[in-house]
């Protein structure tokens, strides 16, 4: 598997490999046909195979954009060279924000909510994602792990950098695991989900001050 590009011309068509993904991810990954996906992007299926040998790696590098998007987009500081300063594209449609801490210095539980919402709908939303987080373990050195060490980073520095402390970012994500497949598997309603996410957000952030 190929890194992501650098010459200009090349990252273009390697995003718009990427943004047609997006549309296969909705339906589920035995969705996501590779010599589609290239005819849809107008690239050789050669290139496409070059940076993306199998389904799972290109809806996994999606979820990566995705998540490196919505950590730019909610980030303090200067997006990182070579990630785009435009604002995250959302497959939920949901803003996520960050909201302006209170007099007191406490932590924006709202801004929060808004990340780990995103993410919680980006999972659910797009089956293709998480069937590819479901299935795929750490094998060593194998770019798949790769791929799933990077989207545990990312993750985890798009909630920190709203919430302030990464031990509760953590704890958040996997409550989103565990809400993402409760909702799937029918067992709570998507109304429930959102509200359970939501107090999970207001116990663990709004009464801590920010570091």
């Given at each position: 598997m190929a890194p992501p590009p650098t010459l200009p011309r090349q990252r273009l068509r390697y995003t718009r490999i990427l943004d047609v993904a997006a549309g296969f991810a909705r339906k589920g990954l035995d969705s996501v046909v590779l010599s589609e996906v290239a005819a849809k992007a107008d690239v050789p299926l050669g290139t496409l195979y070059r940076y993306f040998p199998s389904a799972t790696q290109l809806v996994l590098a999606l979820y990566r954009k995705q998540l490196t998007e919505l950590h730019a987009a909610n980030s303090p500081a200067a997006p990182a060279a070579g990630t785009s300063a435009a604002p995250a594209k959302r497959p939920a449609g949901r803003s996520a924000k960050p909201a302006a801490g209170n007099a007191a210095g406490d932590v924006p539980a709202q801004?929060?909510?808004?990340?780990?919402?995103?993410?919680?709908?980006?999972?659910?939303?797009?089956?293709?994602?998480?069937?590819?987080?479901?299935?795929?373990?750490?094998?060593?050195?194998?770019?798949?792990?790769?791929?799933?060490?990077?989207?545990?980073?990312?993750?985890?520095?798009?909630?920190?950098?709203?919430?302030?402390?990464?031990?509760?970012?953590?704890?958040?994500?996997?409550?989103?695991?565990?809400?993402?497949?409760?909702?799937?598997?029918?067992?709570?309603?998507?109304?429930?989900?959102?509200?359970?996410?939501?107090?999970?957000?207001?116990?663990?952030?709004?009464?801590?001050?920010?570091?």
């Open positions: 801004a929060t909510v808004g990340v780990v919402m995103e993410i919680f709908h980006m999972r659910l939303m797009q089956p293709a994602v998480e069937q590819c987080l479901n299935k795929a373990v750490y094998t060593k050195d194998t770019d798949t792990t790769k791929l799933l060490r990077e989207i545990d980073s990312t993750a985890e520095k798009a909630v920190t950098a709203v919430s302030g402390d990464a031990a509760v970012s953590r704890v958040l994500l996997l409550t989103v695991t565990g809400l993402v497949q409760s909702v799937r598997c029918r067992r709570l309603s998507l109304f429930e989900a959102e509200e359970g996410l939501k107090k999970a957000c207001a116990l663990l952030t709004s009464s801590r001050p920010a570091a």
